[in-house]
């Protein structure tokens, strides 16, 4: 009975199915056909031949991928204390987590336009460093990788922690004081059990942060230079500024393959530390 | 003098007091039990013994050193957890061997001695498996493994069997007590079933309200409980009010009536009691002494025995008999006392 009656639920789905077909699958697909395509519609790979070959393009690829990685790094080793904090030892906890998210709820836009405030040659940090008498004359913080960087910290540091602190709550308490019964010190129990027990929230915070931080362009637009541009703005460039369609879905493409990559490669290596996940 | 004391603990959470001057001994070689309902304080007690927490005051003293504030992990105590508390990303050999490596034993020995212990617990074999792969009996022989290859000073463990299904726990339960005896450890083992803590231990500590109410060997504590608390932990169904008349036993009851109690304890006590399976329904031309007359108000069948409500001049009796005849409620009876079995509270 069960089994006939399933069969009419998979028309529920439906209309899901068919709005993100029409809307989101076959114009993205066709962009990306179109990548692969010369100009009279033959198969090529004419498109990212292009790419390999252009000096600015592997510049922005790489410094694309270098500060998403930094930023995932300083997210981890920011979030990591943070999330193991709240859950572990955080007496008001519903009250720090609303706290660690609380940036996600103002748009990029104004937070952009915050640390332009901050960073900027007459902001707060600078005011500090020159009276300070750390440097003599305010130095330039914006429009360039530091400012992205830390744009993309505050942005995507709520992902880290709420992602690390879902798995910490499973870690049950009777496992540390197991491992300190056993004669292992504070240091010991968090390397030996808290570490590789969070690797499943670390992975999943990484991959968050990782495919935020390459894909983000509100961010990277507005605290980085014209000569700090990343995949995501390049292909806004291509695509608005200079018209030229084809090459930004290129771009687009290369973008997902790397996302694609780099979250199969972290997962590699999460198993490697933690071969029960 | 005792290996491990407890003097005057105090401990709870915040304003929340769980004990309350409680003392405590455990000499050398013993398995004692702290049997009790939940929340009576004796999972606090273990931990604090353990060092999960410290008491807000009074002091611990582990062979004649004060180990009140020693931490957690130089205490060299085994543990055993209620939800074993194995590590799940480690495999069965690199959960036992854990507490080796801290002790930076060799790797060679670690091998050895984790081996050896595998085998002590009947788990050769599984070494390689993660918990995960386990059932819940082999998971808490891994957890006795644990604790127990550190060769620890004292063992402790906190409702070990209770997530094993009936027939399993009698199985471990006189595994662990087997291997309480081989190694000789010390050992302190929490419960709240009382079958099993009679079967297992050298002395049982039953708690109520953060005290200890008795501290004895399971057969005086079954046979002669001190406190009413214990006596009905401990199945006496039946009590009875006194006044001592004489030296010899004999005492008056409620209505007037007089009792021989033939037990050597408080002579002066004014309270007593009686398990229901003590009581005899007296029978024509049957010798007896201790007679109380009184109406059966509920008779209820249960297989072997029948099991009989008795309301009569000095309170209600529950009594429960073997003997073939059987009676209905309404039936007026006369109950015979055994007096070697009324024991003074």
Do not use: W
């Given at each position: 009975m069960l089994e006939k009656k399933t069969k009419i639920y998979w028309l529920f789905i439906l209309p899901g199915c068919l709005f993100l077909t029409f809307f989101m699958l076959i114009p993205l697909f066709s962009l990306i056909f179109k990548t692969f395509m010369d100009e009279g519609g033959a198969f090529s790979l004419g498109n990212y031949f292009a790419l390999l070959e252009s000096t600015y393009f592997k510049q922005v690829f790489w410094r694309s991928i270098r500060l998403s990685l930094i930023s995932t790094a300083v997210c981890a080793v920011l979030g990591f204390p943070t999330a193991y904090y709240i859950s572990k030892?955080?007496?008001n906890k519903g009250m720090l987590m609303a706290l660690a998210v609380?940036?996600?709820?103002?748009s990029p836009v104004i937070r952009s336009f915050s640390w332009m405030v901050i960073?900027?040659?007459?902001g707060i940090v600078n005011d500090l460093l020159v009276q300070s008498g750390i440097v003599a004359k305010p130095i330039s913080l914006l429009y360039n990788e530091f400012s992205m960087v830390v744009g993309f910290i505050q942005l995507f540091l709520p992902l880290m922690i709420l992602s690390l602190i879902g798995i910490m709550?499973?870690?049950?308490?009777d496992l540390n004081l197991a491992a300190g019964s056993l004669g292992a010190s504070r240091m010991e129990v968090f390397r030996q059990v808290i570490l590789p027990l969070s690797i499943p929230g670390l992975v999943t915070g990484s991959v968050l942060v990782f495919t935020g931080c390459l894909t983000a362009y509100t961010t990277p637009q507005l605290l980085g230079g014209t000569d700090t541009r990343v995949l995501a703005t390049l292909i806004y460039q291509q695509a608005?500024?200079?018209?030229?369609w084809t090459q930004a879905s290129a771009v687009a493409v290369v973008m997902i393959v790397i996302t694609i990559l780099v979250s199969h490669v972290i997962n590699r290596i999460s198993r490697k530390l933690n071969p029960t996940i | 003098m005792a290996l491990l004391e407890l003097k005057d603990i105090t401990a709870g959470y915040d304003k929340n007091v769980?004990?309350?001057?409680l003392d405590f001994q455990v000499e050398q070689g013993e398995l004692v039990s702290l049997l009790?309902?939940?929340?009576?304080g004796k999972t606090t007690t273990l931990r604090l013994i353990a060092g999960f927490s410290t008491p807000m005051s009074g002091k611990f003293i582990f062979n004649g050193k004060?180990?009140?504030?020693?931490p957690l992990n130089k205490r060299n105590f085994g543990f055993v957890f209620q939800s074993y508390?194995?590590?799940?990303?480690?495999?069965v050999f690199d959960n036992v061997a854990f507490g080796l490596k801290m002790r930076k034993m060799p790797a060679e020995q670690i091998k050895k001695e984790v081996m050896e212990m595998l085998e002590t617990v009947d788990l050769?074999?599984?070494?390689?498996?993660?918990?995960?792969?386990?059932?819940g009996g082999q998971r808490q022989r891994v957890a006795l493994a644990r604790a127990l290859v550190i060769k620890p000073d004292l063992l402790l463990l906190d409702e070990?069997?209770?997530?094993?299904?009936a027939k399993l726990r009698v199985k471990m339960r006189v595994e662990i007590r087997r291997l309480q005896q081989k190694f000789g450890f010390t050992a302190i083992y929490v419960t709240h079933d009382q079958e099993e803590c009679f079967a297992i231990s050298d002395k049982v500590a039953i708690m109520n309200h953060g005290v200890i109410e008795q501290m004895d060997s399971p057969s005086v504590i079954y046979n002669?409980?001190?406190t009413e608390f214990i006596a009905q932990f401990v199945g006496f169904e039946n009590f009875l009010d006194l006044k001592p008349l004489?030296?010899?036993g004999l005492y008056q009851t409620s209505d007037g009536g007089r009792i021989q109690i033939d037990?050597?304890?408080?002579?002066?006590?004014t309270r007593a009691c009686i398990r229901p399976e003590d009581i005899l329904i007296v029978q024509e031309g049957m010798p007896a002494v201790n007679l109380v007359t009184g109406e059966v108000m509920v008779s209820t069948f249960l297989g072997k025995r029948n099991q009989y409500n008795v309301r009569t001049a000095i309170g209600e009796f529950e009594v429960s008999t073997d003997q073939e005849s059987v009676y209905k409620a309404g039936d007026k009876v006369t109950l015979s006392l055994t007096p070697n079995k009324i024991i003074l509270l």
């Open positions: 030892y955080a007496k609380f940036p996600m709820f103002t960073l900027g040659k007459k709550d499973n870690i049950s308490d608005m500024s200079l018209g030229d | 769980i004990l309350k001057d009790g309902s939940s929340g009576c004060d180990y009140t504030q020693v508390a194995l590590f799940p990303h480690m495999t050769d074999g599984f070494e390689k498996r993660f918990p995960r792969e386990m059932s070990p069997l209770s997530n094993l299904d002669h409980p001190r004489d030296s010899q037990d050597g304890g408080n002579k002066s006590s």
